[in-house]
């Protein structure tokens, strides 16, 4: 979203966008106890409804992922080096553990 785009919703009080592409479709659970398995810490990730254990260590330098934020394109942020990782590839990678539900 532009500075322009951003001053004309202050002003007029209208989205650029439909909620649902502005809010963030995933949720961290940072709150939580450390979660271990197998001697690898994972942080518990809320993704469309499902629920995700994912390694807790940035891809690219090793910071705790658990206490980055999602940001508004649905990308988790590191806080050590603020890069940002889309939480569809971050579960989509083989060492991430998709949790199942009574339903499934």
Known sequence: MSCTEM??????????????ELIPQSW???DLPPI???????????HKGDLFLVPNRCPHRGGSLKFGYIN????IVCPMHH???????????PTTLKLKTATQ
């Open 7 to 20: 001053q004309d919703e202050k002003r007029t009080g209208r989205l650029s966008a439909p909620l649902d």
């Open 28 to 30: 961290i659970g940072r």
């Open 83 to 93: 890069n940002a990782f889309s939480v569809s590839r971050l579960i989509a990678r």
């Open 72 to 75: 508004a394109r649905d990308e």
């Open 36 to 46: 271990i398995r197998d001697g690898v810490e994972y942080f518990l990730l809320g």
